[in-house]
């Protein structure tokens, strides 16, 4: 697998971040490599199978997805179905640099287009970055 | 000891839920413990905290750190679990509807701690209380590092 960029990976699904891309300071969160993905809106259910690195879809959209980034290491989260994020998810995400993304696809189309892109569910360490 | 942290958790605080995992996990990767165990203490502190918040009145959650590996106990006055068996099996939950709907409930979060921990004990009291050990020993940390090349 090519390593990918987050950037790049959002780019190619016209996603723009909703929050936690850094705002310019330097400490550029979209740089990181996304390792894999993962699709699920049962919380301890990401904790115990998302992979370090990996791009979350999910419908739920309250401030506790952002712990659950934040813990498991995730590299974003893209909020599918239409669902928008609160004002205190948005802070949250600002205030611990998880970038959230939002889409208006089923979680299904997301995760097909992701795979589409060569995004696996298991993480692949990335090389050649 | 090389740290020790302690944090009070309310029962029902779902805009503050996370945050004492979050600290400790914030600690232990400033400290330089290994990815591979940070994360497997973040996620225990992470479940211990929920269901302190979902299933308990208040509590605390406290990560100690000694070369030997990180201990999470979480300690709680609650409703306590009458069957712990029950409990421990995947996919049960005497969640609410109301809580299964922000994607909690999933009755995984024991079964995950008890999967990313070398030690794990709980003791419960119905009408008292609930307590959870976990330990994440460095010795396997340093395997995990090893295998891992
Ligand atoms: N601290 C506690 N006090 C009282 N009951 C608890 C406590 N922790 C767990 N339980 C009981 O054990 C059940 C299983 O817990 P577990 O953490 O595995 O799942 P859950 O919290 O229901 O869902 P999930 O963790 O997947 O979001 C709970 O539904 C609850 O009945
Ligand atoms: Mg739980």
Same mark, same amino acid.
């Given at each position: 697998?090519?390593?990918?960029?987050?950037?790049? #990976? &959002?780019?190619?699904? $016209? @996603?723009?971040? *909703?929050?936690?891309? =850094? +705002?310019?300071?330097?400490? /550029?969160?979209?740089?990181?490599?996304?390792?894999?993905?993962?699709?699920?809106?049962?919380?301890?259910?990401?904790?115990?199978?998302?992979?370090?690195?990996?791009?979350?879809?999910?419908?739920?959209?309250?401030?506790?997805?952002?712990? #659950? &980034?934040?813990?498991? $290491? @995730?590299?974003? *989260?893209?909020?599918? =179905? +239409?669902?928008?994020?609160? /004002?205190?998810?948005?802070?949250?995400?600002?205030?611990?640099?998880?970038?959230?993304?939002?889409?208006?696809?089923?979680?299904?189309?997301?995760?097909?287009?992701?795979?589409?892109?060569?995004?696996?569910?298991?993480?692949?360490?990335?090389?050649?970055? | 000891?090389?740290?020790?942290?302690?944090?009070?958790?309310?029962?029902?605080?779902?805009?503050?839920?996370?945050?004492?995992?979050?600290?400790?996990?914030?600690?232990?990767?400033?400290?330089?413990?290994?990815?591979?165990?940070?994360?497997?203490?973040?996620?225990?502190?992470?479940?211990?905290?929920?269901?302190?918040?979902?299933?308990?009145?208040?509590?605390?959650?406290?990560?100690?750190?000694?070369?030997?590996?990180?201990?999470?106990?979480?300690?709680?006055?609650?409703?306590?679990?009458?069957?712990?068996?029950?409990?421990?099996?995947?996919?049960?939950?005497?969640?609410?509807?109301?809580?299964?709907?922000?994607?909690?409930?999933?009755?995984?979060?024991?079964?995950?701690?008890?999967?990313?921990?070398?030690?794990?004990?709980?003791?419960?009291?119905?009408?008292?209380?609930?307590?959870?050990?976990?330990?994440?020993?460095?010795?396997?940390?340093?395997?995990?590092?090893?295998?891992?090349?």
């Amino acid at each position: 697998m090519r390593c990918m960029k987050l950037r790049d #990976v &959002a780019g190619r699904l $016209g @996603l723009k971040a *909703v929050a936690g891309d =850094g +705002g310019g300071t330097g400490d /550029d969160a979209l740089d990181r490599e996304v390792s894999g993905g993962y699709v699920s809106d049962l919380l301890s259910d990401v904790m115990a199978h998302a992979c370090e690195g990996a791009i979350w879809v999910t419908t739920q959209a309250h401030q506790n997805i952002v712990a #659950v &980034a934040v813990l498991t $290491g @995730l590299a974003g *989260v893209i909020i599918a =179905g +239409g669902v928008k994020p609160g /004002d205190e998810t948005l802070k949250k995400a600002q205030e611990e640099g998880i970038p959230l993304f939002v889409s208006d696809l089923p979680s299904f189309e997301v995760v097909g287009r992701l795979y589409t892109l060569g995004l696996r569910g298991g993480a692949r360490p990335c090389q050649g970055a | 000891m090389i740290l020790e942290m302690s944090y009070d958790i309310t029962g029902g605080d779902f805009a503050a839920a996370g945050e004492a995992a979050t600290k400790i996990k914030r600690a232990l990767k400033q400290i330089g413990v290994d990815a591979q165990t940070t994360r497997r203490a973040a996620i225990i502190a992470y479940e211990a905290e929920m269901n302190i918040i979902i299933h308990a009145y208040r509590g605390t959650l406290q990560a100690r750190v000694s070369p030997e590996g990180i201990e999470i106990l979480a300690e709680d006055e609650g409703p306590g679990i009458p069957d712990i068996e029950l409990a421990m099996q995947e996919g049960y939950s005497t969640a609410p509807e109301k809580i299964r709907e922000m994607g909690f409930g999933a009755g995984m979060g024991l079964p995950n701690m008890k999967k990313f921990s070398d030690e794990f004990h709980i003791t419960s009291e119905v009408g008292k209380g609930t307590r959870v050990r976990a330990v994440v020993s460095s010795s396997t940390a340093l395997i995990m590092n090893g295998s891992e090349v």
